[in-house]
């Protein structure tokens, strides 16, 4: 549940050429098993599995690039996250009913909740990947016959009442979750709240501990081009790891969040040239996302700048990407015109901008992700699918 942002990360123009990529940085091994048709990746490698579609029902491949499950499922599955498996299963549709599989395609448990009663009921959980769409501590978050969310356990068995209209996967026996009208909160196992009241947002920091505020909104105030939006809270609540509260600390600067930068402030307080930058979002690891005034040729029209050295890194232009994983790795896309038609193509670089994978891979206007080192791609050059793994890749 750490940092439930989405953390795009984008590149123009550079200040240096970029450094070739090595061959011993990444292999790639086409996918066996597969029919004479058009196949995408369809997620993220997880448990050693991961999906792919033929745009209309969809399969899993193996990280040894072998199909494990053939291409016979729904795609009408909530989306990219729900055909990620945790803790042994995925969750799938089966004659209109959310069911969860095996790594063998075996249902294994199917519910009695419907999919096309709720169909417009998207959790955040599951369009922004949080990971809830399979059981995560012995809990899934489905939707009701009321359109609202509630935990299940692996017997089916309803945990909670269906109250949310947000529901994240639990860890450390913790579930962030939000109800109608904008609350916060977070639940236990058995769905008690653990915090004695709802707050507009709830942040867990490195330490462990929980930063808990209200916010105003100003959408009157232009704080740049991808949000368009100032807050400002005047106090936030700080709980330790096990959810009880230290203190309350006063805010007196406007427009800041205890967790972060605001994003004009960010321009202002490293110096950035603000005829350049529009935008700025502080990422970690001493690195700063900013948005340029103006596109290359391209469209790619954003960049990380280290702050020490207030220099854009020098890595190729870029216009999207997925968050850096736990290993550092960040996949990105670039717009490339061929032909009069502009592809998103896919590589990888490091929190250094080291480019590990270079743009050979067709993407969507959202990268995907490696996971443990694996990312299931579709190769630009001839359309095959492969499984691209970085070296010193851990083995499932």
């Known amino acids: 549940m750490k940092k439930y942002l989405i953390i795009l990360i984008f590149m123009a123009m550079v200040f240096s050429v970029p450094a070739a990529v090595s061959a011993e940085t990444y ?29 209309e029902k969809y399969g899993y491949v193996n990280s040894d690039g072998k199909v494990a499950i053939d291409c016979k499922l729904s795609l009408v599955a909530y989306g990219f996250a729900s055909s990620e498996f945790s803790e042994g299963v995925a969750r799938t549709v089966i004659n209109d009913k959310i069911c969860f599989i095996d790594k063998s395609g075996k249902t294994v448990l199917a519910t009695n909740y419907s999919y096309s009663a709720n169909a417009n009921q998207y959790s955040w959980s599951d369009t922004m990947n949080w990971g809830i769409a399979a059981f995560h501590e012995g809990r899934a978050c489905v939707v009701g016959d009321n359109g609202k969310w509630g935990f299940i356990d692996k017997t089916g068995n309803a945990i909670t009442d269906f109250l949310f209209t947000i529901g994240a996967k639990f860890e450390n026996g913790k579930a962030y979750v939000s109800y109608e009208g904008g609350g916060s909160n977070l639940i236990d196992l058995n769905g008690n709240k653990l915090f004695p009241r709802d707050y507009g947002r709830i942040d867990e920091k490195e330490d462990g501990s929980w930063y808990c505020y209200d916010l105003t909104f100003h959408p009157e105030i232009e704080v740049g ?34 967790d972060r930068i605001d994003f004009l402030r960010a321009i202002h307080q490293y110096g950035f040239d603000q005829n350049r930058y529009s935008y700025a979002y502080e990422v970690g690891n001493g690195l700063v996302l900013a948005e340029l005034k103006e596109f290359d040729e391209d469209g790619n029209y954003r960049v990380l700048i280290d702050i020490a050295t207030k220099k854009e890194l020098a890595i190729p232009p870029f216009v999207t990407a997925e968050e850096f994983n736990d290993d550092g790795i960040c996949v990105i896309g670039r717009r490339c015109p061929e032909n009069n038609v502009s592809y998103i193509k896919i590589g990888a670089i490091d929190m250094k901008g080291n480019l590990l994978v270079p743009f050979n891979y067709l993407g969507s206007s959202w990268a995907k992700k490696f996971n443990n080192g694996f990312l299931l791609a579709q190769r630009a050059s001839d359309h095959k699918l492969v499984v691209v793994k970085l070296a010193g890749a851990k083995s499932y």
């Open 27 to 55: 292999t790639e091994t086409v996918v066996t098993g597969l029919g004479s048709g058009y196949y995408m990746a369809w997620g993220t490698f997880s448990e050693g599995m991961c999906a792919f579609s033929d745009g």
């Open 225 to 258: 081009t991808f949000f368009g939006t100032a807050y400002d809270t005047n106090s936030y609540d700080v709980y330790d790891a096990n959810c009880t509260y230290i203190k309350t600390v006063k805010v007196d600067k406007k427009y800041e969040t205890p």
